[in-house]
């Protein structure tokens, strides 16, 4: 199966997912839940359902992220929902500031579809893994993990990113069994950073 490379967002688009996002955020500071969208205003590929990740940083350090590996909403719908929830319910961050809002950056990873990887060891795993262009899930049993394209960033080598990736997943990170199951995706990624930069300088 040929891994697809998959989505184009127009500047239009792009814009209006980086809007929704940040409207989400000033709607869950006051209302402690997302922005609704409507959706019979979804043109396009907004209104599908894609897979999609909000990722928030201050001052290039991580300030929340989270998203969601099925596509199961509209893609606007989708931001809306991991907006509020990277803002206000990932775990290791305290709840976003109303003087945080207008410094941090936003960036927003939407996700191919996933394709099954057939690998027999962890050697021919570590082969067919292409650094800085795939993510990747693992599952095992309850266990499940994913990393997106930009851990690449920080883990450049392909075993280096598997442990990493076993250990978010709560195994040890030597475990190998034949009950593990990799997909990779692609994503497509942008984000506001350079706008938020210009603003504050």
């Given at each position: 199966m040929a891994l697809s490379h998959f989505i184009d967002l127009s500047t239009a688009a792009r814009s209006r997912l980086l809007h929704i996002a940040?409207?989400?955020?000033?709607?869950?500071l006051l209302s402690h839940r997302p922005l609704a969208v409507e959706k019979n205003d979804l043109p396009g590929i907004l209104g599908e359902p894609l897979a999609s990740f909000v990722t928030l940083r201050h001052v290039e350090m991580l300030r929340g992220c989270v998203g969601t590996i099925d596509p199961v909403r509209p893609l606007a719908e989708a931001v809306a929902v991991a907006a509020f929830s990277a803002a206000f319910k990932d775990s290791r961050f305290p709840p976003l500031r109303e003087d945080e809002l207008?410094?941090?950056?936003?960036?927003?990873?939407?996700?191919?579809?996933?394709?099954?990887?057939?690998?027999?060891?962890e050697q021919a795993l570590l082969g067919q893994l292409q650094p800085g262009v795939d993510g990747l899930l693992l599952e095992d049993q309850w266990h499940r993990a994913t990393f997106l394209p930009k851990v690449w960033e920080q883990l450049a080598a392909p075993s280096e990113f598997l442990r990493a990736l076993k250990q978010?997943?709560?195994?040890?990170?030597?475990?190998?069994?034949?009950?593990?199951?990799?997909?990779?995706?692609?994503?497509f990624t942008f984000s506001d950073s350079h706008v938020r930069a210009t603003a504050v300088a």
């Open positions: 940040r409207s989400s955020i000033a709607h869950g207008h410094v941090v950056s936003i960036e927003i990873s939407v996700l191919s579809a996933l394709e099954p990887m057939e690998v027999a060891s978010k997943a709560g195994l040890p990170t030597d475990y190998w069994s034949d009950s593990l199951r990799f997909r990779r995706y692609r994503t």
